[in-house]
């Protein structure tokens, strides 16, 4: 796909397969009536932010201190635009 676009040959579509951990709804749903803990431990090891994370901090490119770092400016970015909301 990055390929494509590089070389200008238009969008592509990309499919991907994720796993929705929790419930549909708030109103009752219980997951564990359709699915079993083996499955959920199944998809944790494919959760693709934890291997993305994995690849990055094998990379020298991710740790604690710059994970820390982004939240703070996260939960700043937040208190303001609920600021200038009100």
């Known amino acids: 796909a990055r390929e494509r676009a590089v070389d200008g040959e238009g969008p592509t579509s990309i ?6 951990y929790g419930p549909h709804t708030m109103a009752g749903d219980d997951p564990t009536r359709y699915r079993t803990s ?3 431990n199944e998809w944790a090891q494919k ?10 901090e094998a990379k ?8 820390e770092a982004v939240i703070e400016r996260a ?3 937040i208190k303001l635009n609920i600021k200038k909301a009100d």
């Open 15 to 20: 499919e991907t397969m994720c796993y929705r």
């Open 38 to 40: 083996d499955t959920d």
């Open 47 to 56: 959760d693709p932010l934890v291997r993305l994370r994995k690849y990055l």
């Open 75 to 77: 939960k700043e970015e």
């Open 60 to 67: 020298g490119l991710w740790d604690e201190k710059k994970e």
